[in-house]
Structures are given as C-alpha cells and as structure tokens.
C-alpha cells in the first residue's frame, strides 16, 4: 500500500459527460502529480500541483482540468469526454518537488462508451 | 526536451535466467533515474532508484548503475523468477522540470516456469 488513495477504480461513462477523478496523498506530501496511461501513449504527464498551486503542465487537454485543495487532495476534472479519453488516469505524491520519490496511486481506469 | 528510451518487449525468459532491460535517456542537467515496476491490475511501484552518477540502486535483487558517460540506466537480475512477470518501466526527473517523471515505454517481461 502506497498510501496514496484514488477514487473511484473504475468509471464507465458516456462521451460528451464529465466527470471527476480524485486523490489523496500520502500524508504530509505537498506535490501531486497526475499522469495518464493509455496503450498508444504509454505514460504521459498531465499536471503537477505543490501545496495548492500548479507548478507544472504536460500534455494535459484543455477539456482535463485539475485543482488541489487545501487539505491537499486534489481532483482531475475531465469533460465532454471522447472514446479516446479512455485510459488509466493515476495520480502520485511526493514529500516536496524536484527529483524525490513518488508513490503512485492504484488508478482509475476510465472507460468512455 | 528530457526523454527516456527503453528496450521494446515483451521480453519472455526461463525461471532463473539473467535479466537485462536497457534503458538510456536524455536530459539536460543531472536528473534522478528510477525503475517502477507495475503487476497486472495494479498501480506503479518504485523498484530502485539512482540519484548521481555512478549511484548503483539495487531492490529485492535488481541492480541498476547510473552511467552518466553513457546515459544509460540498465535494469539487471541475476535469477529471475515467475513473480517478477510485470511490465517494467525506467525513469527520470529532476528539479528543472519539477520533478514530473518521464517514463520510458516500458517493458513487459514474461518468466516461464
């Protein structure tokens, strides 16, 4: 066990919807990164966020959005969701920023139909 | 930009065969290089890691040494097992880029009885 919490573990849901993807870090972890895993991109960066601000944006779509909030969960919003949104979306938390280690979640497996 | 490149699989051995898993990268500055591996249906866990060069990390009988000369970061195992079936993944971050991993593509690896 990581530590690091994500919710829900599976989403079915139809194109066109959002929906909203969450996570808790390991406690006292400031930095929340979010990182999407599909088949024909492997694993991509999406966002990091380090105690409530975003430091730093990947290949993130302007449809995704993301927020970490005081107590330093943080969401990963996705809308008008296509059939290639479909992917493992796993978020990962470290103690600070910079080259530490990161501890990943389990994921949630997004299914668009 | 940074860049990781792994070997391509899906590499299949024998139980107790030799394992190696090539990996080199590109980055600018001195990065921290990591192996995560993932099991089926579960999330990314840290195998080893390496944070200078010349640095060897080494876990549950994997060995990794950071060759800056080379900017290679292999992935070894002297005796593999049917347990460490998985899908292997190398690595970097580091403080210019917030520490956001780059992943490589990863690597299946097969053991058979």
């Known amino acids: 066990d990581s530590g690091v919490t994500q919710t829900p573990k599976h989403l079915i849901t139809a194109t066109g919807q959002r929906v909203t993807l969450r996570c808790s870090p390991r406690s006292g972890d400031l930095s929340v990164y979010w990182y999407q895993q599909s088949l024909d991109q492997g694993l991509q960066f999406l966002i990091h966020?380090?105690?409530?601000?975003?430091?730093a944006k990947g290949n993130i779509l302007e449809r995704f959005s993301a927020q970490q909030f005081p107590d330093l969960h943080s969401e990963l919003n996705l809308s008008s969701l296509e059939l290639g949104d479909s992917a493992l979306y796993f978020c990962?938390?470290?103690?600070?920023?910079?080259?530490?280690?990161?501890?990943f979640g389990q994921g949630t497996r997004l299914t668009v139909v | 930009g940074d860049s990781v490149t792994q070997m391509e699989g899906p590499v299949t051995l024998s139980e107790e065969a030799f394992l190696t898993i090539n990996c080199t990268y590109t980055a600018t500055g001195y990065p921290s290089l990591f192996w995560y591996v993932q099991y089926p249906g579960e999330g990314l866990q840290l195998l080893l890691k390496?944070?200078?060069?010349?640095d060897k990390g080494s876990n549950k009988g994997f060995e990794a040494t950071y060759r800056k000369e080379t900017t290679s970061f292999h992935l070894e195992k002297g005796s593999v097992q049917v347990s460490d079936s998985a899908v292997y993944f190398c690595a970097l971050s580091s403080m210019s880029n917030t520490g956001k991993l780059i992943f490589g593509q990863g690597t299946t690896l097969q053991v058979k009885p």
């Open positions: 990962a938390s470290s103690v600070a920023w910079g080259s530490t280690e990161a501890f």
């Open positions: 966020y380090y105690n409530g601000e975003e430091r």
């Open positions: 390496a944070t200078k060069a010349d």
